[in-house]
T-cell receptor, first 114, second 113 residues
Framework: AQKITQTQPGMFVQEKEAVTLDCTYD???????LFWYKQPSSGEMIFLIY??????QNATEGRYSLNFQKARKSANLVISASQLGDSAMYFC???????????FGSGTQLTVLP | NAGVTQTPKFRVLKTGQSMTLLCAQD?????MYWYRQDPGMGLRLIHY???????AKGEVPDGYNVSRLKKQNFLLGLESAAPSQTSVYFC????????????FGQGTRLTVV
């Protein structure tokens, strides 16, 4: 069974600093994908970044990058130059090619301090 | 381009009543998912579908049924609503194997009293 673990229920970061949100996954499937989503207080799910298991390089999207360490089964999200608007809940998710489920972690509440 | 649309956005049910939530996507995606999100928690998978006419159970399927008669629609049914089913429900769709994003609906806030 797939399992996604986010061990940081809450994180604080000063504006303009970088922050890393942790995510570990567990799958025996060689083909899988990892996602990060942002959920602001308004409730919608906003896609941030995707990493495929066969991708050679870490994914980047603007201020977001995914630190993919396959051997450690970790897929941490790095947000550079934090902004006040980054305050939200962040979810890591895994898609398994064989199970075809899309499974989410419990989330990390990020608060950016002015 | 509407993406993923959930109907209704809000609903209040009495215990024991039934209802159906509709998820419609216009992106020709194969995979569709139903989740529930309880306050302060992550998304838990209820049921999912990997194609028209197919459905499968997720992590928390009890008390729910689903149908995927048409590729673009994924219906979630509550036969006899219980207060424990008070939650926000999200639908998502994705197109494998090239899809690098799962698209979400705006959510349905359901209260069972």
């Amino acid at each position: 069974a797939q399992k996604i673990t986010q061990t940081q229920p809450g994180m604080f970061v000063q504006e303009k600093e970088a922050v890393t949100l942790d995510c570990t996954y567990d799958t025996s499937d060689p083909s899988y994908g990892l996602f990060w989503y942002k959920q602001p207080s308004s409730g919608e799910m906003i896609f941030l970044i995707y990493q495929g298991s066969y991708d050679q390089q870490n994914a980047t999207e603007g201020r977001y990058s995914l630190n993919f360490q396959k051997a450690r089964k970790s897929a941490n999200l790095v947000i550079s130059a934090s902004q006040l608007g980054d305050s939200a809940m962040y979810f890591c998710a895994q898609f398994s090619g064989s199970a075809r489920q899309l499974t989410f972690g419990s989330g990390t509440q990020l608060t950016v301090l002015p | 381009n509407a993406g993923v649309t959930q109907t209704p956005k809000f609903r209040v049910l009495k215990t024991g009543q039934s209802m159906t939530l509709l998820c419609a996507q216009d992106m020709n995606h194969e995979y569709m998912y139903w989740y529930r999100q309880d306050p302060g928690m992550g998304l838990r998978l209820i049921h999912y579908s990997v194609g028209e006419g197919t459905t499968a159970k997720g992590e928390v399927p009890d008390g729910y049924n689903v149908s995927r008669l048409k590729k673009q629609n994924f219906l979630l049914g509550l036969e006899s609503a219980a207060p424990s089913q008070t939650s926000v429900y999200f639908c998502a769709s994705r197109h494998p194997p090239t899809g690098t994003e799962a698209f979400f609906g705006q959510g349905t806030r359901l209260t069972v009293v």
